[in-house]
Nanobody, 116 residues
């Protein structure tokens, strides 16, 4: 099993930055991909960015050039650096891992609110 703890959300003005953290524990050797998702009010949950065990990254078009996903292997942590934030980035952000052929369950997420 893999356990994830998300942190780092908050309130920021448009144009500002935030960094989200996702700390993994448990069977971390089995993690293939870790990703950040978000769900805005009245919208479907969507993939924001992910990073695989080889370090390759993938981003939603809406965040390319503004968000950066990275990892600290020694700390078993994945980060999402969010720059040039827009009001439309307001959402609950979730971290999720694919380990083996299974996904971790959705956690509580962390709220990101961008004011205009």
């Amino acid at each position: 099993q893999v356990q994830l703890v998300e942190s780092g959300g908050g309130l920021v003005q448009a144009g500002g930055s935030l960094r989200l953290s996702c700390a993994a524990s448990g069977s971390i050797f089995s993690i293939n991909v870790m990703g950040w998702y978000r769900q805005a009010p009245r919208k479907e949950r969507e993939l924001v960015a992910n990073i695989n065990s080889g370090g390759s990254t993938n981003y939603a078009n809406s965040v390319k050039g503004r968000f950066t996903i990275s990892r600290d292997i020694a700390k078993n942590t994945v980060y999402l650096q969010m720059n040039s934030l827009k009001p439309e980035d307001t959402a609950v952000y979730y971290c999720r891992a694919l380990f083996g052929v299974r996904y971790t369950p959705w956690g509580q997420g962390t709220q990101v609110t961008v004011s205009s």
